[in-house]
């Protein structure tokens, strides 16, 4: 790692995420003594605070958001890393703070390396982008991986469809080369989810069983308990198709479906994510009609920041398809909402059923064939179902069981992290594999705009009404059901 000065520039930094996840997690990384020696942190906004007043700020979000790791005397160490520039990024001559901080903290060689996290509305992408390039900030940057380098950091929402993000990826790569971008999906930098490539390929097991030969589908839930909260105003204009499925379930089902990388470096593993993401069908509008369901909690046209009548979709079940050799004819379910009975993520690996059974059973019923669910949170772990005989039974009777792999229970005294602790030292180490590529993100919204035109036609029917606290529309249930299959219930709900 390069000895040389290094500066996190945080724009945006009197906003939520600064205070929530960004400073919290740097906090924890600290205490972990996991960031290099000669970090410094800069917020940059528009609020006059100082840099005492701004240690203040960050001093009270941390006590309240990384309490555990919490202590007055780590805090006064940290501390004097963190500095304050104000200014409005996006306006004239609103970088000179952050300008003239940079040029002393340099020192006279004025070498350094620089990340700029973007915590700002993404109308504010492009236009911050220009200003810190035309203020010298960005540029003198040599070659890729070499110091002194300059890296970004963007936030998501990346575009609202297709073109948009096209704009954007466009409109960015005028200032720097893709290798200096780093667009963050926190679902990506989930242990769990980067658990299910160590899963598949450093074990033999499963990966000969990972295909439509012993696959019969796969159904990946991201369920939520919370509502939009204090988030409606973006949240109304995105809906659950762009805010949940265009970034975090299509990178579950690309680590899910795709092919191994023969290195794990950024490039080959995203390489593998676009071929999958490439292989997923875009339909056609009506093709996108027919394999959504969309489902609206009840009270969300009332929420602070929504439009009265809004049409936007709180819930979505969709269904797809992946054409290639590996997935021929394997759907896949994904469904995610808000407002739900409880919060679960989990793939759900259905295989196929044994061609043929020699055990009688109980008339009326059917086998349960093998399961797999990997549950990516709040219960992290894998669970494999398979059938069992039932001891001191008359006849022989088999019973559905589960082999249980819990982080908790396994890495007892290891919590997992925050995402944002890995995505801001891999942005700062360099290393963009758990960061979505622009090819990536476009080929996503490919995917997504067939089902978010249909979510918004004023053609078709509103979003199906479900209550606060439901397992979501039963549109959702006929979506599957019309395929043949069912929902599997999640395994946090199976279990509690
Ligand atoms: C964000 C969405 O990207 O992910 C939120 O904008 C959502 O609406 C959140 O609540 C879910 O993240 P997690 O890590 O809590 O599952």
Redesign the pocket.
């Given at each position: 790692m390069s000895q040389l000065p290094l500066h996190l520039v945080i724009l945006g930094a009197s906003g939520d995420l600064t205070a929530r996840k960004l400073v919290p997690s740097l906090f924890r990384l600290w205490v972990k003594k996991r960031l290099p020696d000669q970090l410094k942190v800069v917020g940059v906004s528009r609020t006059a605070l100082g840099i005492e007043g701004f240690r203040a700020r960050m001093a009270d979000a941390v006590k309240q958001f990384a309490a555990k790791e919490w202590s007055e005397n780590a805090w006064n160490e940290f501390a004097q890393r963190i500095f304050y520039a104000q200014g409005d990024a996006a306006a004239d001559g609103g970088l000179e703070n952050l300008k003239a901080f940079l040029a002393q903290s340099e020192g006279p060689s004025g070498i350094g390396n620089r990340l700029f996290y973007f915590s700002v509305m993404p109308e504010l992408y492009a236009p911050i982008l220009a200003r810190l390039d035309a203020a010298g900030l960005t540029t003198g940057a040599p070659v890729s991986g070499e110091s002194p380098w300059r890296r970004i950091v963007i936030e998501?929402p990346f575009g609202k469809d297709l073109e948009s993000a096209r704009i954007l990826n466009k409109a960015i790569s005028h200032y720097l080369r893709e290798d200096q971008i780093y667009r963050i999906d926190?679902?990506l930098a989930?242990e769990t989810v980067q658990n299910v490539m160590v899963f598949r390929f450093a074990n033999t097991l499963f990966e000969p069983l990972w295909n439509h030969n012993y696959i019969d589908h796969v159904q990946i839930t991201?369920a939520?308990s919370?509502t939009?909260g204090n988030?409606g105003d973006y949240?109304d204009r995105?809906g659950v198709l762009r805010?949940?499925f265009q970034?975090?379930l299509l990178q579950i089902l690309a680590v899910t479906a795709m092919e191994a990388p023969a290195r794990y470096t950024a490039d080959l593993l995203r390489n593998e994510k676009v071929k999958a993401l490439d292989a997923v069908t875009v339909f056609d509008d009506a093709k996108a009609r027919k394999y959504l369901a969309t489902g609206q909690y009840r009270g969300y046209s009332g929420e602070k920041g929504v439009v009265n009548g809004s049409r936007t979709p709180t819930y979505a079940a969709l269904r797809l398809q992946i054409d290639n050799w590996r997935w021929r004819g394997v759907p896949f379910y994904l469904r995610s909402g808000?407002g739900l009975k409880s919060?679960a993520?989990e793939i759900l690996i259905q295989f196929r059923c044994p061609p043929h059974l020699m055990f009688p059973l109980p008339q009326g019923t059917e086998l349960q064939c093998n399961r797999l669910a990997i549950c990516i949170?709040p219960q992290e772990g894998i669970h494999l179902n398979f059938q069992t005989k039932v001891p001191d039974q008359e006849k022989m009777v088999l019973d559905p069981v589960d082999m249980e792999f819990s982080y908790k229970k396994a890495f007892s005294g290891l919590s997992i992290p925050e995402?944002y602790e890995r995505l801001l030292l891999d942005a700062l180490l360099g290393d963009a594999s758990l960061f979505m590529r622009s090819d990536e993100i476009e080929r996503s919204w490919a995917v997504m705009d067939p089902f978010i035109r249909a979510s918004e036609n004023p053609e078709l029917a509103m979003p199906e009404t479900y209550e606060v606290g439901s397992v979501g529309p039963t549109s959702a249930d006929n979506l599957i059901k019309e395929s043949g299959h069912e929902w599997i219930g999640l395994y946090a709900d199976r279990t509690s």
């Amino acid at each position: 790692m390069s000895q040389l000065p290094l500066h996190l520039v945080i724009l945006g930094a009197s906003g939520d995420l600064t205070a929530r996840k960004l400073v919290p997690s740097l906090f924890r990384l600290w205490v972990k003594k996991r960031l290099p020696d000669q970090l410094k942190v800069v917020g940059v906004s528009r609020t006059a605070l100082g840099i005492e007043g701004f240690r203040a700020r960050m001093a009270d979000a941390v006590k309240q958001f990384a309490a555990k790791e919490w202590s007055e005397n780590a805090w006064n160490e940290f501390a004097q890393r963190i500095f304050y520039a104000q200014g409005d990024a996006a306006a004239d001559g609103g970088l000179e703070n952050l300008k003239a901080f940079l040029a002393q903290s340099e020192g006279p060689s004025g070498i350094g390396n620089r990340l700029f996290y973007f915590s700002v509305m993404p109308e504010l992408y492009a236009p911050i982008l220009a200003r810190l390039d035309a203020a010298g900030l960005t540029t003198g940057a040599p070659v890729s991986g070499e110091s002194p380098w300059r890296r970004i950091v963007i936030e998501k929402p990346f575009g609202k469809d297709l073109e948009s993000a096209r704009i954007l990826n466009k409109a960015i790569s005028h200032y720097l080369r893709e290798d200096q971008i780093y667009r963050i999906d926190h679902y990506l930098a989930k242990e769990t989810v980067q658990n299910v490539m160590v899963f598949r390929f450093a074990n033999t097991l499963f990966e000969p069983l990972w295909n439509h030969n012993y696959i019969d589908h796969v159904q990946i839930t991201v369920a939520e308990s919370v509502t939009v909260g204090n988030r409606g105003d973006y949240y109304d204009r995105a809906g659950v198709l762009r805010d949940m499925f265009q970034n975090h379930l299509l990178q579950i089902l690309a680590v899910t479906a795709m092919e191994a990388p023969a290195r794990y470096t950024a490039d080959l593993l995203r390489n593998e994510k676009v071929k999958a993401l490439d292989a997923v069908t875009v339909f056609d509008d009506a093709k996108a009609r027919k394999y959504l369901a969309t489902g609206q909690y009840r009270g969300y046209s009332g929420e602070k920041g929504v439009v009265n009548g809004s049409r936007t979709p709180t819930y979505a079940a969709l269904r797809l398809q992946i054409d290639n050799w590996r997935w021929r004819g394997v759907p896949f379910y994904l469904r995610s909402g808000k407002g739900l009975k409880s919060r679960a993520s989990e793939i759900l690996i259905q295989f196929r059923c044994p061609p043929h059974l020699m055990f009688p059973l109980p008339q009326g019923t059917e086998l349960q064939c093998n399961r797999l669910a990997i549950c990516i949170q709040p219960q992290e772990g894998i669970h494999l179902n398979f059938q069992t005989k039932v001891p001191d039974q008359e006849k022989m009777v088999l019973d559905p069981v589960d082999m249980e792999f819990s982080y908790k229970k396994a890495f007892s005294g290891l919590s997992i992290p925050e995402s944002y602790e890995r995505l801001l030292l891999d942005a700062l180490l360099g290393d963009a594999s758990l960061f979505m590529r622009s090819d990536e993100i476009e080929r996503s919204w490919a995917v997504m705009d067939p089902f978010i035109r249909a979510s918004e036609n004023p053609e078709l029917a509103m979003p199906e009404t479900y209550e606060v606290g439901s397992v979501g529309p039963t549109s959702a249930d006929n979506l599957i059901k019309e395929s043949g299959h069912e929902w599997i219930g999640l395994y946090a709900d199976r279990t509690s």
